[in-house]
């Protein structure tokens, strides 16, 4: 019998970049207390409306949020000296907690996902429910791009995982285990089973990939009448779009909808920590 949170008390550091997110810190720092998070680390690169200034607020009321400060220069985002491996692995190295919980401004996160971690495993790989537009992205067979998809977002915090990049600029980012890249916690049919054999068998660590109820609730800021053509890393939408309603999913499209039936849990976090 595998132990969790129950059994061993085990502590987490939520690790966030910011930049110019200041409408979105209260909500999020709010859902990660509400989930018992024990520290979050954000790290700012250089906000100009407003971000700072309400980190360092927060801090000041509670000593959980620690903001640290690496500007970048105008127009980097996800560009040439934007570095995101390295500023990721600068907030490990400031955690102090067992555990690191990787996660974007435009995200949410189950609020008991601590009850359900396996405090022997290294990696645990979290689902995905992605909005666009305001409208829940269908969990469908003809998904392109990211059904049905998981994460490795939680992982020790120990010398032997770090971020690497697969180019120059430090995008594409992955997990490593000494320097090796850990494979995605997929959850495609029967493959993710494979994948756990393999990494099992390659590295000397432990992955949660098999019934892990927590998700990540990811709330893109993505208008659906423009693609997204503004950084280096590959365009997310190269097939076409097609906002639908349920009962009417076509071979090959990305699909959306406006509404998901009996999901309680997406519609509950998206009224309390989504504006």
Known sequence: MSQNIQDVKITVSANVLVRNE????????????????????????????GTWEKLISWREQNTRVIPLLW?????????????????RN???????SDFILYID???????DFKKKIDATCDCSALAFTSFWDG???????????????????????????????SDLNGL??????????????????????????????????????ESFPPRIFHYHYYDLSRKKTNDLR??????????????????????????VVNDEEADNMTRRYWK
């Not at 979105?24 to 906000?47: C, M, P, R, Y």
């Not at 600068?90 to 102090?96: K, V």
């Not at 365009?235 to 349920?246: A, C, D, G, K, R």
């Open 22 to 49: 200041v409408t979105n810190i209260d909500s999020l720092i709010q859902n990660l207390l509400d989930a018992h998070v024990d520290e979050i680390v954000f790290l700012d690169g250089g906000s100009t409306d």
């Open 90 to 96: 600068l907030m490990i190295e400031a955690s102090r």
């Open 234 to 259: 590959a365009v997310e939408f190269t097939w076409p779009i097609e906002v639908t309603t349920p009962g009417q999913l076509k071979e090959q499209k990305i699909v959306y909808v406006a509404n």
């Open 172 to 209: 594409h980012n992955y997990l490593s285990w000494n320097g090796m890249k850990i494979p995605l916690g997929l959850t495609r049919g029967g493959f993710h089973v494979i994948l756990a054999r393999i990494m099992r068998f390659l590295m000397p660590m432990k992955a949660q990939i």
């Open 71 to 87: 500007p970048q220069l105008s127009g980097s985002e996800y560009k040439k000296g934007f570095n995101e491996v390295a500023r």
């Open 105 to 111: 401004a435009d995200e949410r996160i189950s609020l």
């Open 135 to 165: 409208r829940i992205r269908l969990n469908g067979w003809s998904d392109n791009v990211w059904h049905p998809d998981s994460k490795f977002r939680i992982f020790r915090r120990c010398p032997q995982i770090r971020f690497k990049s």
